[in-house]
C-alpha cells in the first residue's frame, strides 16, 4: 500500500546538523575516533541548582496542566528579566512560555504571516526559518552577510533591495548562528529604520543574547517604534545549559503574544509543568555557573582559532558571541583539487574522524557566492579534544 502524504509535507525542511551527527555516528562504530563540531549542543551540565527544582517540583506534584501561556511566576520573572536587559518596560501579559525556542518561530509565521507574502530571512542561517516559511506558504528572501576584518556584517544593501508591497515580515538573529556576525549600534540602527520605512513585523532571535565574551547584549527591540512590532526569541538552552529541557519564551506586544498562546492551546495545551519551576530556578538562581560557562567555551574558542588560523588554505576570525566558527576555506579546497564543500567535510570526517557542518547546512548558496565555509560548534567538545582533533586535521592539510 503506498501512502498518499499531504502535499505540505513536501515544503517541510529539516535541521541537517542533526543528518551530520547520525553520519558522525554511524562512523565511530568502526572504532573510529570521532571529534565532534557539527551540533550546537553542550556538553555542559545544567547547572545542579535547576536540577533540584525540578525534581522539587516534581515532587510537589507539578506534574498536571498549567496555564496555556505558562505559569504565572516564570513569566512575572522573565519580563523582570528582559526588561532589565534589553532596556524594556514589560509585565507577564508579553511573555508566553514555549517547549524551546525553536516554536516561537513557526508560531510567529502563523500569526503574522498570510500564504504568498514575503518574508526576509539570513541565509546563511538557521534551517528552520526558510522550512516554516515554505511549509505555510511565504515567499521566502534570503538575506546574506559580508565578510570583513571585524567579523561577518549584514548585506543591508541586499535586505533593503528585496523588499515590495508583499514583505510583511523580517527575520533576524543577531548574535548569529552559522557565523556569529555581531551587529554594532550603528547596523542595528539601521536595519531598525528600514522595518519602520517599510512597516515589517520582526521576530529577533535571540538565542545567543547571552552567549558573549567581551560585551553586553543589544536587542533591537529597545529603538523606539520596534518592540509594537517585534517577537523576541527567548531560550533556556544556551544560558542555563539546558538544551533538552525543551524551555523558551516568545516576548513581544501583548496582542501577538495572545494570538501565539492560541496556538499553544491547540499544540500542546501547555509547556510541561515541572520544567517551567527548573526555569525559574535559573533566571532567579546564581550566575556563577553561567559565567564559568563562558570561561570554558571561551578557552575552546581561543584554541580553535589558534590551530584553524595554522592550517593551510583557512582562515577565521575570532568573534565575540555564540560558540561557532565560520572558517574560510576557499583556498584549502582549490589545494586539494575540490569544488564540493560537502567532498571536503566527508575527507576530513573519514580520514581525521573531526566531524563538522558545512554552509550548505545553512541554506541554499545565494547566487554569486564563491567563497567555501565550513561551521565548527565548540560547544560539545573538550579542549584537550579540541587540540588533538583539530592537530589531525591540520596534518591531512599540510
Known amino acids: 500500500m503506498s501512502i498518499r502524504f499531504a502535499e505540505r509535507n513536501k515544503r517541510l525542511g529539516t535541521e541537517t546538523a542533526f543528518a551530520v551527527g547520525a553520519e558522525a555516528a554511524q562512523f ?3 572504532g573510529a575516533r570521532v571529534y565532534p563540531f557539527h551540533l550546537g549542543d553542550l ?8 536540577v533540584e527544582a525540578a525534581i522539587r517540583a516534581i515532587r510537589e506534584g507539578k506534574t498536571g496542566y498549567c496555564p496555556t501561556p505558562g505559569i504565572l511566576p516564570l513569566r512575572e520573572a522573565l519580563a523582570e528579566d528582559i526588561s532589565r536587559s534589553r532596556d524594556l518596560n514589560l509585565d507577564a ?14 508560531k510567529f509565521i502563523m500569526t503574522l ?15 528552520i526559518y526558510e522550512s516554516m516559511i515554505n511549509f ?6 534570503p538575506y546574506g552577510f559580508r565578510e570583513t576584518e571585524k567579523g561577518f556584517a549584514l548585506d543591508l544593501d541586499a535586505i533593503e533591495r528585496q523588499i515590495s508591497p508583499k514583505t510583511k515580515l523580517l527575520i533576524y538573529n543577531n548574535y548569529h548562528n552559522p557565523t556569529s556576525a555581531e ?4 547596523e542595528m540602527k539601521r536595519l531598525a529604520d528600514i522595518c519602520l520605512k517599510h512597516n515589517l513585523y520582526v521576530l529577533s532571535d535571540e538565542a545567543y543574547f547571552d552567549m558573549l565574551y567581551d560585551s553586553k547584549g543589544m536587542s533591537i527591540s529597545r529603538f523606539p517604534g520596534l518592540f509594537e512590532r517585534t517577537v523576541i526569541l527567548f531560550t533556556f538552552s544556551k544560558k542555563f545549559a539546558m538544551t533538552g529541557w525543551r524551555l523558551g519564551a516568545a516576548i513581544g506586544p501583548k496582542e501577538i503574544i495572545d494570538a501565539i498562546s492560541l496556538f499553544n492551546v491547540n499544540d500542546e495545551s501547555c509547556t510541561n509543568h515541572f520544567v517551567q519551576w527548573a526555569g525559574l530556578a535559573a533566571i532567579k538562581g546564581p550566575m556563577e555557573p553561567y559565567r564559568e560557562m563562558l570561561k570554558t567555551l571561551k578557552e575552546r574558542r581561543d584554541t580553535s582559532v589558534e590551530i584553524l588560523n595554522q592550517m593551510k588554505g583557512i582562515s577565521v576570525g575570532k568573534p565575540n558571541s555564540t560558540f561557532y566558527l565560520f572558517a574560510n576555506i576557499t583556498a584549502a579546497m582549490k589545494d586539494l583539487g575540490m569544488q564540493d564543500v560537502e567532498d571536503f567535510r566527508k575527507q576530513v570526517l573519514y580520514k581525521t574522524g573531526v566531524s563538522f557542518t558545512t554552509r550548505n547546512h545553512f541554506g541554499t548558496p545565494l547566487p554569486g557566492e564563491k567563497q567555501k565555509y565550513i561551521r565548527l560548534a565548540y560547544s560539545g567538545i573538550n579542549t584537550s579534544d579540541i587540540r588533538e582533533g583539530l592537530g589531525k586535521m591540520k596534518e591531512l592539510l599540510g
Open 113 to 127: 504571516m498570510n500564504p504568498g507574502d514575503e518574508v526576509l530571512y539570513p541565509n546563511p542561517g538557521y534551517p
Open 183 to 186: 551587529s554594532d549600534e550603528e
Open 28 to 30: 565511530s562504530l568502526t
Open 136 to 141: 505555510h506558504e511565504g515567499v521566502g528572501k
Open 43 to 50: 556538553n555542559i551540565p545544567t547547572p545542579e541548582h535547576i
Open 93 to 106: 501579559g508579553n511573555v508566553s512560555i514555549q517547549t524551546g525556542g525553536k516554536p516561537v518561530i513557526g
